[in-house]
């Protein structure tokens, strides 16, 4: 049994810890429940700063009576440096990166553990070597010397407090321990590997491993031996002897076992998978595959679930993934100059078939030598502590580690840095063997006579695009840009829903201009503009109307255009990228979350709820999408995309209709999409006849105001996808309506239909999930909508009540009260 009461005090900047001020009186302090960070743990107390910036400039203490009935340990999860641990007031440890954790040895009895947390204003302040280059992430430039997090301490990150403290457990394990120290994985023979540590006084008599399937039962048992020569060393294997691969979201079953280690009574497990994970690097390209089979990389930049606490419950994880996810999602990139994510997210990650790209915590600092030790140690332990775990596919040297310097204009020869070139490549391949890349971004060349090209190159490697985006492109900037693989891209200010501002801000007015509105839209440190800025850009590139006219006399409309704007903006480089001509192999969105209140970056809200943008991307990510593109003369390009492993047979179908929704141009064509692949067709493949659907040649009026295109097997409408060709010049009465009702089995459904095709109709609908959302309409042809309740539970009675709208029609009309019908075929989810 364990029994520890918390005391969080704070203390007067000091060069060296001291314990001995705690017994001071004076200090301020309070009782705590357990250890977190300072930040966290202050919220709304006493001590907590004015602002945020300043827990950097204050020591912090926090002390605690543990009493322990068996000798063990106490490992200290997470803490942040400048720190140092005291047992009894006397020095056990120091901490000199928060991304390593420190093991302290405990005997029985009561015991004083006390953790100093130094200040890192005091710290910085001392002279130490210059970089090569200057960071323009933050202006203290000290900070490439502190192993630690730039959340809260980079103005790009800001908006929290910085990360101070425990900010992972304090977890005292009296009595013997067994954990995994190293685990194997080969996917072709089904081998295990492993090699336990054992922590007690005697060798236990017994030790085994053994593997569970998903049901949880035992499909390999075996032996674990002591090392010759290392007694608390256990090693074995097991085999299995045909494992089930696990495939990533959309290309097959995520299918996991857990390995379970037992000795001295005592037990310790891990989810483990079996897949084959390279990359293909020729001629500028990367791409990666699984099981042999090429992944359409898309998903997010990850952002801690709880920036404050640092360390979140697993279903909060759970859930922001699952948003992901089931928007299409099969990658996120845990991010340099952030922090590796806790055991929970890797485990979670392997179960929902998301890859994880692995990010040193390095970034746009010149990383000095004297810290590589302890830089490898970090990748090592992260490595290690997650080695058999499917999910990990991608490790990175840093992000921004090489842009940086040659954005600084640095001379190439003056840009060696050992640490990411070889030294963590060695890392990565002794420990986990998956692929490596110096940074993201960077580049390489085939030729090994030839220089090596630029990391911040688009056209070559891994790249931070944002050519569509904060340079302020034109959206067709996406077709010539030559992206093979986008670690970072399409970064905006994207405003969340008009619920979450008037519940955050009070009022949609404070939008643009309002200073607490402002502290949340990302700007960079160096730049005269924000992302609020360049969001307006694409509200006049996408809508051609002065946003800021728009927002002095609507904020909601404004706020709207936004989002929709950046909706289109991503869906435009996203169906581009996903062709098989693209030469694309996938593209993160930077971020996944915000992390505070307002317009961030992120494609879900400071509270992990979805924004606008990622209904419209859902179509595009998903694992069977079908798009429309005007390709000018070419004609409409219809391609349809197939990740699964199964064969899709159907029906491609074409209708083009007037302004009054009759058909004007009408086409079908049977087609075989085979297992990962996709098929491409042109408009004239389904007619029969150039129409000049695109209004290209400009003969006369267009030929048609909207094209839905619709993937039909057997009687069900698969997929659809729709093009405005002739986008209203200003929002008229459109004859909107949405009709809810029932199907045969009891589920709801959305009946949306108007008289004129309409942009970018969106249901607000609280409480249900919808299959689809933010779609075009082409007048008087009905898209129905499946309504699931949001919280799993039975369809309710009553079913589906809310709003539809469009930023072309003038009115927003009420989800009409239901009326049981037959049955009507709906496709799945986009996501599904």
Known sequence: MVEARWRLVRGVPSAEPDPAVLDDATLPS??????????????????????????????????????????GVVDFEGLTPPGAVFVDRVHVADVESMFLPVRCPMTAGTHEIAIWSGSLRTWLSRRRPRGRWRSTLVSAQGMRWARTSLIGRAPVYGGVPPVVGAWRPVVVRPGPQVELCSVGVDSDTGRVDVCARWTGAEAPDVATVEVLDEAGATVAVGDLCARVGSPAELVGQVALAEPRR????????????????????????????????????????????????DVFCRGAVWVPPDPRAMTADREMIREQLLVLRDAGANVVRVMGGFTPEQAEFYELCAELGMLVWQDAMLTTFDPPEDLDDVVCAEVDHLLTRHAGNPALAVVSGGSETLQQPEMMGVASESLSLPLIETKLRGVVERVSG?????????????????????????DNGIAHWFGVGGYMNGLDDVRTAGVRFAAESLAFAIPASDEAVESDFGSLGAAGQHPDWKRGVPRDRTASWDFEDVRDFYVREVFGVDPLQVRRVDPGRYLQLGRLAVAEAMVNCYRFWRRPDSGCAGALVLNAKDLRPGAGWGLLDHRGTAKLPLAALARVWAPVALTIDNCGQRGLRIDLHNDTADELAGIVRLRAVDDAGRVVVEGESAIVVEPRSSVTRADADLTGAF??????????????????????????????????????AAPIRSGLRAQARTDDAGGWLIDVRAETSLRYVCLNVPGWVLSDNCFHLVAEHTHTIRATPADGTAPQASGPRG???????RETVAVVAPAVVASTAVGPSAAS
């Open 434 to 458: 998956v692929p490596y890349v110096v940074a993201s971004p960077s580049s390489w060349s085939d030729d090994t006579e030839a220089p090596t090209p630029l990391a911040i190159r688009s």
């Open 30 to 71: 309070m009782e705590i429940a357990a250890p977190g960070p300072v930040g966290h743990l202050v919220a709304g107390s006493e001590l907590e700063p004015a602002d945020p910036d300043t827990v950097d400039d204050s020591d912090w203490w926090l002390v605690a009576m543990v009493t322990v009935e068996r000798s």
């Open 246 to 293: 696990w495939y990533p979201h959309g290309y097959g079953d995520p299918a996991t076992y857990r390995l379970r280690i037992t000795a001295g009574g005592v037990s310790a497990e891990r989810r483990i998978g079996f897949r084959t994970v390279r990359a293909e690097r020729a001629r500028g390209a990367f791409r990666l595959s699984v099981n042999e089979i």
């Open 691 to 728: 129409t000049d659907l695109s209004h290209a040649y400009r003969f006369g009026p267009p030929v048609a105001a909207a094209v839905l295109v619709e993937f039909v097997v057997g009687e069900q409408v698969m997929r659809r996808d729709a093009l405005i060709v002739a986008p209203l």
């Open 803 to 809: 709003a539809v709208s469009s930023i072309d029609a």
